[in-house]
C-alpha cells in the first residue's frame, strides 16, 4: 500500500539559512498535517491543508509557511533557522476524520 | 484545551512479561478519537489503533489489546507477552476538531517501553 513520503529525510543547514521540505500524501487522502518533534519530544501540531486549503495552525513560528498544491503534495518553507528549529519533521495525511498516517519524516539539523 | 497524559516515563521489563501503558486525556468536546502511535529508534511514528468516544468496546489485535473508559478518561494499552522488538516509544494521543473534516492531533509526552531478552 502507498505511503506518505516525504523528502528529503535528512538535511543539514547552517543558521539563517532557508529549507524547504516536501510531503506526498497518500493517494485520494484530503487532508496533510505537519508536526514538529524536537529531540525526546512529542510531535506538536504545525499546520494542516483540507482541499489544499489551510484548515488550521497551531504553534508555527512566523518564519515557517507552508502551502499545498494541486497536486496534493505540500511544502513547508523555513526561513532564516535557528539552532533550535532542529527537530524531526513529519508529514500525516488522512481521509476525512480518520486516523493520521505519518511519512518517515525528514531530520533537520541546523548547524 | 485538550491533554493527554503519560504518567509513565519510561518502562523496562523482561521479555515475555505482559505490561500495561496508562493514557489519561482530557477533553470538552463529546465526540473525539484516541490513537496510539508506536516510535521505534528508528522514528517513524506507526499507527497502531484508533477509537472514537462512543465505541467503549476494548480491542484485542494479537498480543495488542486496548481498554477504553470513559467514566475515567482512560486509554490504557497492554502488550500481551512482550517481545524486544516492542521496544519503542508509544504515544497516546486524541484529536480535536479544528474546522471541516481536520482533526489535529495532541500527544501524550510518550513512554519509552524497553523490553530486555
Known amino acids: 500500500a502507498a505511503g506518505v513520503i516525504q523528502s528529503p529525510r535528512h538535511l543539514i543547514k547552517e543558521k539563517r539559512e532557508t529549507a524547504t521540505l516536501k510531503c506526498y500524501p497518500i493517494p485520494r487522502h484530503d487532508t496533510v498535517y505537519w508536526y514538529q518533534q524536537g529531540p525526546g519530544q512529542d510531535p506538536q501540531f504545525l499546520i494542516s491543508?483540507?482541499?489544499?486549503?489551510?484548515?488550521d495552525k497551531g504553534s508555527i513560528p512566523d518564519r515557517f509557511s507552508a502551502q499545498q498544491f494541486s497536486d496534493y503534495h505540500s511544502e513547508l518553507n523555513m526561513s532564516s533557522l535557528e539552532l533550535g528549529d532542529s527537530a524531526l519533521y513529519f508529514c500525516a495525511s488522512s481521509l476525512q476524520r480518520r486516523e493520521q498516517f505519518f511519512g518517515p519524516g525528514t531530520r533537520l539539523t541546523v548547524l | 484545551a485538550q491533554k493527554v497524559t503519560q504518567a509513565q516515563t519510561e518502562i523496562s521489563v523482561v521479555e515475555k512479561e505482559d505490561v500495561t501503558l496508562d493514557c489519561v486525556y482530557e477533553t470538552r468536546d463529546t465526540t473525539y478519537y484516541l490513537f496510539w502511535y508506536k516510535q521505534p529508534p528508528s522514528g517513524e511514528l506507526v499507527f497502531l489503533i484508533r477509537?472514537?468516544?462512543?465505541?467503549?468496546q476494548n480491542e484485542i489485535s494479537g498480543r495488542y489489546s486496548w481498554n477504553f473508559q470513559k467514566s475515567t478518561s482512560s486509554f490504557n494499552f497492554t502488550i500481551t507477552a512482550s517481545q524486544v522488538v516492542d521496544s519503542a516509544v508509544y504515544f497516546c494521543a486524541l484529536s480535536e476538531r479544528t474546522g471541516g473534516s481536520n482533526y489535529k492531533l495532541t500527544f501524550g509526552k510518550g513512554t519509552l517501553l524497553t523490553v530486555n531478552p
Open positions: 477509537r472514537n468516544s462512543f465505541d467503549e
Open positions: 491543508f483540507y482541499e489544499k486549503m489551510q484548515s
